[in-house]
């Protein structure tokens, strides 16, 4: 699903000038973006936690999701094949309980691991209750539109499914 500018991601970006680490801001945001609400407050000066984090460690409960998931390049460098080493399959449209990668299809970008042309990683939540529940950083958690996320993380969405 392809994630188009918009006003609201132009109002998240100017929010979060410094992207997600600005956590300060964090509360503005559930007053200025129609849709977003905190799910959890977490304290960025004390919380480790990041996206991958919370959906593969928290939400989904995979083993492999026990440690400290920024450091595990083919997450980020090679996701899809990733996942699919992981059980998890892409659909087509998002349903509760889907987890959402986030992607930047500016296939010039580079990660080292990645191969050109590869889209990256970028962000990952949970499909629940026709929104979006994600981590910010070490921000709060939060629940969204899919579309309603900062630029930063990407012009595209895809939808996995886990097998069962």
Known sequence: MRIEDSPVRRTIDELLPNGP???HLYD???TRVRGME???KRDPRTDSDRCADYVFGRI???PWAQINLQFIE???SDTIRFLEGKGYYE???PKKGVMVAYFNTDYSAVLEGARLGQAIAKHFGVFQNN???SKWSRGHVYRHPIESVPTLYGDEARFFRKSA
Do not use: A
């Open 38 to 40: 905190i799910v959890e």
């Open 60 to 62: 989904m409960q995979e």
């Open 74 to 76: 083919e997450l980020w």
């Open 28 to 30: 503005t945001l559930v």
């Open 131 to 133: 929104r979006v529940i």
């Open 91 to 93: 659909v087509e449209m």
């Open 21 to 23: 680490e600005t956590w």
